[in-house]
């Protein structure tokens, strides 16, 4: 089941805002112009999902600002359409994977839509209907963002863990924890659940849930290895990481942790050295990810020296095939980190190739699929 992260509805002020927002700059469309459209569907629960086709052009697809957001498997990123013109509402399939389909019939060419036809997108199913009269359409339900908070109330969230070796050797010297969830009618993709949350401010609250499910599972089963856990960019404010951090130690006391962060996270030189400092406090490891992707903060990492750096796959990937160049660089990165006292991890590992390439340039630890998927212990 497809979820749909973008709605219109007269009785939720954020989400008009929204509305507003999302179609700044498009053609609006005024009384006159055409027989207005909705797209409907019916969920199973009967709820009503009402979709006014009220700009043009009228995109379909999981990019975010999309005008009809489908965060679903089978759905591509600019799926379909739907334009308005002389004769009516036109839809078209915009180079996806799976197809657009009107009345069961994969779209080859555009197509009118037309009252009574229906379009079918990654499996999800919309009735095209008249909109006769506006006013009726004022209610709006977004199962997704239910769906996500009766999963969030439930805790419904499954603890996986993904391995770190040592590469001079091959042990195991600990995991990444990583969030995923048993929960019908959401994506298990946490990049998406976290936009869903976002939309109604609780993607602190999934992040926390995240990780406190899983290292107390952790505690539960005796793990002795270090276990590292992330934390969303807006955590960092210090007081309220702090608080949250806090608890968290009070209720895993023996485990070896290590919080991840990426550069997104990161503001300014101060605010690391704080964190580093509270860090130390609760006997946590600072781990910075994703070194070497975007701006590579290398004045952060330099004045808060991490414990581990954890460099980006894009670095790794196929490393062997890259320049003399390009592996001297990584290298020369390698060592000015272990000169610094921290430990070097390389991202991505997906082959003997890669993992011997980066053994031999120096890197002291791995992670990738080539030595464990993340998984439940």
């Not at 749909?4 to 939720?12: A, G, L, Y």
């Not at 009384?31 to 199973?44: D, F």
């Not at 080859?108 to 008249?130: A, M, P, S």
């Amino acid at each position: 089941m497809g979820l749909i992260n973008f709605f219109v509805s007269r009785n939720t002020e954020s989400l008009l805002a929204n509305n507003r927002n999302n179609h700044m700059g498009k053609q609006m469309i005024s009384p006159g112009n055409t027989i207005p459209l909705m797209l409907e569907r019916k969920t199973k629960d009967g709820n009503l999902w009402v979709i006014p086709l009220d700009h043009s052009p009228f995109t379909i697809g999981r990019r975010e600002g999309s005008s009809l957001f489908l965060a679903a498997e089978g759905v591509s990123r600019k799926h379909s359409e739907i334009q308005e013109t002389f004769d009516g509402w036109l839809i078209k399939d915009c180079g996806s994977t799976n197809g657009t389909f009107v009345n069961g019939r994969r779209l080859t060419e555009n197509h009118l839509l037309n009252h009574g036809d229906y379009v079918t997108i990654g499996g999800i199913r919309f009735d095209v209907v008249e909109q006769i009269d506006d006013s009726e359409c004022t209610q709006v339900i977004s199962p997704d963002i239910e769906n996500l908070e009766r999963m969030i109330d439930l805790k419904a969230v499954v603890p996986c863990f993904q391995p770190m070796v040592s590469l001079s050797d091959g042990t195991l010297i600990g995991y990444e924890t990583l969030g995923r969830i048993d929960f019908d009618g959401l994506p298990n993709c946490p990049t998406q659940l976290f936009q869903i949350s976002r939309r109604i401010d609780r993607q602190i609250e999934l992040s926390e849930l995240f990780r406190n499910t899983a290292l107390e599972y952790a505690a539960r089963i005796g793990v002795k290895d270090l276990i590292l856990f992330n934390a969303l960019p807006e955590e960092m404010n210090l007081e309220c990481l702090g608080k949250s951090l806090s608890r968290l130690r009070r209720s895993v006391p023996d485990l070896k942790l290590g919080l991840e962060l990426n550069e997104h996270s990161i503001t300014n030189v101060d605010m690391m050295k704080g964190l580093r400092s509270m860090l130390n406090d609760l006997d946590m490891l600072l781990v910075y990810d994703d070194f070497g992707a975007g701006q590579s903060r290398l004045i952060e990492l330099l004045d808060s020296v991490p414990d581990i750096v954890k460099f980006d796959i894009a670095l790794i990937q196929n490393i062997q095939h890259r320049s003399d160049i390009s592996r001297s660089m990584v290298e020369t990165l390698v060592k000015m980190a272990r000169d610094a006292g921290i430990r070097t991890l390389a991202e991505g590992v997906e082959s003997h190739a890669e993992a011997e390439t980066c053994s031999a340039i120096g890197f002291e630890l791995a992670q990738g699929f080539y030595f464990g998927y993340p998984a439940p212990l």
